[in-house]
């Protein structure tokens, strides 16, 4: 049985894909937990943080930020000076993205793991490694349980399984320390409009028709704020054996059926429109994904804590408030 009763005080912890919406409030509640935190980003001639800028400024002040690029090894290297724990979220992330970038996709996720891992090998650093539900592909069988094979059906489902598979590789050959955590379509507050709740939010609070996919396909959508308690119960386990843990809801909705969630909320009756250009290739297309945690439940002590309702709420209100940084317009970013 896990327990949360790591001590962080004083610990130098290193967070990849520190400035995106899960990494940033992880880094909040380690700072807030006492921890030394790192946030290695990605350096652009722009000086932006993403969403560490809407930490609070007393948190924010307390980060120490690293720029780099994760395909380059000296600069994981220099990031992991003294680091004894890594979370590493840092990913290109967007599968329609990774349909028009399949390289530049899997450079970034593959190599850019194979980096961390072998500063984690030098360094002797814990390591909590991002996969993703998206790496089971369509359900052979449902609830996914942490045993279900794993299909690549899109770029990106490829580039993390390759990611997963090392550091599973490296835990058995070089007894790097680590652990794999796979959320369940996470969503929440600062999400970009690459994912579809954000995407539906944004149209439905500016415009009266709504350009969606598929509207059938069903996900398990699991609230930031437990995506989040699921990383730091995994880091407060003791067995760093190269286990994987689904990091899910256990309950499925159609996009269809969110997408009306998010109108009832809004008391609003927009049109929608099946946008071609948001299908992905039949072949691609992930048709089911719900989540058996319980090894979540068992091992870590990890449930979900937010029902859909609840999360959704605080989303679009987050969204309402921060509109100015939505392009409602964009899709796969």
């Not at 989040?228 to 386990?237: H, Q, R, Y």
């Not at 286990?243 to 909320?265: C, H, K, M, P, W």
Request: charged share 20%; glycine share 8%; aromatic share 8%.
């Amino acid at each position: 049985m896990g327990n949360d009763s790591i001590n962080y005080s004083g610990m130098k912890v290193l967070v990849t894909g520190a400035a995106g919406f899960i990494g940033s409030r992880l880094v909040q509640r380690l700072v807030e937990a006492g921890a030394h935190v790192r946030a290695f980003i990605r350096y652009t001639s722009r000086p932006e943080f993403g969403n560490l800028t809407s930490l609070p400024p007393e948190v924010f002040h307390q980060v120490e930020i690293v720029r780099g690029d994760l395909e380059d090894h000296a600069a994981i290297n220099y990031a992991m000076e003294g680091v004894e724990l890594v979370f590493h979220l840092g990913a290109l992330i967007s599968i329609p993205y990774s349909y028009v970038h399949p390289v530049e996709t899997a450079r970034t996720n593959i190599l850019g793991t194979l980096n961390v891992l072998e500063s984690c090998r030098q360094s002797k650093a814990k390591l909590i490694h991002t996969s993703t539900s998206e790496v089971y592909g369509s359900a052979l069988r449902v609830p996914i349980d942490e045993e279900h094979p794993l299909q690549a059906q899109s770029p990106y489902s490829a580039s993390k399984i390759g990611a997963d598979k090392l550091v599973e590789s490296y835990y058995r050959s070089f007894d790097v320390q680590s652990l794999t955590v796979r959320p369940f379509n996470t969503y929440g507050p600062g999400q970009s409009t690459r994912a579809v709740i954000p995407t539906i939010i944004t149209q439905a609070l500016t415009s009266n028709q709504i350009h969606l996919g598929n509207l059938t396909t069903k996900r398990d959508f699991t609230y930031l704020d437990d995506t989040v308690n699921g990383f730091l119960k995994a880091a407060s386990i003791a067995r760093w054996d190269g286990r994987v843990y689904n990091l899910g809801t256990g309950d499925e909705v159609s996009i269809g059926e969110v997408a009306q969630q998010i109108f009832n909320y809004l008391n609003i009756n927009p049109e929608i429109i099946i946008d071609q250009e948001r299908l992905r290739p039949e072949k691609s297309e992930v048709l089911r994904l719900v989540s058996d945690n319980t090894k979540a439940k068992r091992e870590l002590g990890w449930e979900p804590q937010f029902g859909l309702s609840e999360g959704l709420a605080a989303t679009i209100e987050w969204i309402k408030d921060h509109l100015d940084r939505y392009l409602p317009d964009e899709y796969g970013r």
